[in-house]
């Protein structure tokens, strides 16, 4: 296992296998070709490769032929990964997947919101997942180990413990990436549950955060974070660069426009998932 290991190492020798698994059996000439190395060169990876069985090379004639031998490769994930994290994995990778190609036929709205925040990256990333800081700017608590995988709650802050929301884990990239899914507390994350990414981007003596909140269920929900989003960031850019949330909740401004939402044409009750009052539940279908 250490030969495959410091076979695979090299981004050479992952460019010959990737070459074999493209076009399996081919010469050291063809080989060289798509190589900016000499044929002696290119011998001495093969030789690494074949070592640790990747490759197996075949004579005929004056030529010698190398196949691409998958079995090391498949072995690596059966004894690394498959007996412990496999299930898992496989269903985020899923959604990460769904989330990062194009979809041609995709409909529902997304949100994205920017703002600019004089912070470093460590510190908006703390009040995004610490606790206490959240519970602060959002009237929330958010609440998790934040690892792709676990759960997160948006737990009310008056000791109750109960969760308004949350959602799962899918990504987490400290100080400059955050991704999870974003409604109730106890709904599964597929690939079309609604989802929100945190991106941090620094510059100087500042950053910039951009929100990105996809898969809404309606343009009625996604009108309601249009309003919601900016009011919890303006909260938490004002707790970072002044020590205090702003004197009175941003969301306030919007209660005339959540009204409206939420007393519809069809009677249906809609809320603003991103507001402290209500947590982000139920807005992701």
């Known amino acids: 296992m250490d030969k495959v290991f410091k076979a695979l190492a090299d981004p050479t020798r992952r460019r010959l296998l990737d070459s074999l698994r493209r076009e399996d059996g081919q010469t050291l000439g063809q080989l060289c070709a798509q190589l900016a190395m000499t044929r002696q060169s290119v011998t001495q990876h093969l030789g690494v490769l074949q070592e ?4 197996n090379a075949v004579r005929r004639g004056r030529e010698k032929w190398h196949y691409l031998n998958p079995v090391p490769i498949h072995e690596l994930p059966q004894r690394w990964i498959a007996a412990f994290e496999e ?6 990778d ?3 997947r769904q989330a990062e190609e194009p979809q041609m036929n995709v409909t529902r709205p997304t949100f994205v919101y920017v703002t600019y925040i004089h912070a470093t990256p460590e510190r908006v990333w703390e ?20 690892r ?52 941090i981007e620094p510059h100087r003596d500042i950053v910039r955060l951009t929100v990105t909140h996809v898969n ?16 919890v960031m303006a909260n938490l850019k004002s707790l970072l660069e002044t020590g205090r949330v702003l004197p009175q909740a941003p969301w306030e401004m919007h209660a005339a426009q959540r009204a409206a939402q939420q007393n519809g044409h069809d009677g249906t009750e809609r809320t603003d998932p991103t507001r402290p009052d209500a947590g982000p539940a139920a807005r992701n279908g």
């Open 127 to 146: 009040a995004l997942t610490d606790a206490d800081l959240t519970g602060t700017y959002w009237g929330h608590r958010n609440v998790s180990d934040w």
């Open 148 to 199: 792709p995988g676990s759960r997160w709650e948006h737990q009310r802050t008056d000791g109750s413990g109960i969760a308004d929301g949350g959602g799962t884990i899918l990504e987490a990239t400290p100080p400059t990436r955050l991704v999870m899914t974003f409604g109730d507390v106890d709904a599964e994350a597929g690939p079309d549950a609604s989802t929100v990414t945190f991106l």
């Open 216 to 231: 809404l269920p309606s343009d009625d929900d996604f009108e309601a974070v249009s309003a919601g989003w900016p009011a």
């Open 87 to 92: 299930p898992r994995l496989r269903v985020l």
């Open 94 to 96: 899923g959604i990460r």
């Open 52 to 55: 640790a069985n990747l490759v």
